[in-house]
């Protein structure tokens, strides 16, 4: 079965600040629909309703980079709503919820994949527990350096990374 669980990954146990774009000022994107209100639009100064893409771009610890690229610095403060939400470890995440086995493990972490893919390896290597398979993303957000450690930390331990 499956479990969906409202839980951030972080380097800690407990609460982060997320960020968000606010979903009044979001067009419709690979069908899902609109949610963009012209008042909204008004009381930020937006000329039309932000790309769809942009739901996808929540983020832990910093503003969501695709959408400080899209609007710059200034114009992305007036779109952001910030959310309290609970956090764990990987290793808490696991632990907690009684996880034996993992058979794919999906990071989309919108530039921190290498801190989660860092304690996927710990914790691999600790218990022995490691996914079939991981996906995960780099791209120009994405601290390339930091990431590739992690890929070579994989392939130490018998992944094929491409």
């Given at each position: ?55 996808g ?25 910030v ?5 764990l ?21 919108e ?40 890929v ?11």
């Amino acid at each position: 079965g499956k479990t969906l669980l409202n839980v951030a990954v972080s380097d800690h146990d407990g609460y982060e600040d997320l960020f968000v774009v606010r979903p009044e000022l979001v067009g419709a994107h690979l069908g899902s629909g609109s949610q963009c209100r012209a008042e909204g639009l008004e009381q930020v100064g937006l000329p039309q309703c932000l790309p769809g893409w942009v739901r996808g771009t929540s983020s832990i610890k910093r503003w969501p980079e695709g959408v400080l690229q899209l609007l710059g610095e200034e114009r992305l403060k007036s779109v952001l709503a910030v959310t309290r939400v609970p956090c764990l470890t990987y290793a808490s995440l696991v632990t907690i919820y009684g996880i034996g086995a993992i058979d794919i493990l999906k990071v989309d972490a919108e530039g921190f994949d290498y801190q989660i893919l860092r304690q996927v390896v710990d914790f691999g290597k600790l218990l022995g527990m490691w996914p079939w398979q991981v996906q995960f993303e780099k791209n120009s957000i994405s601290d390339w350096r930091a990431l590739d450690e992690q890929v070579a930390r994989l392939h130490l331990n018998g992944y094929s990374c491409r």
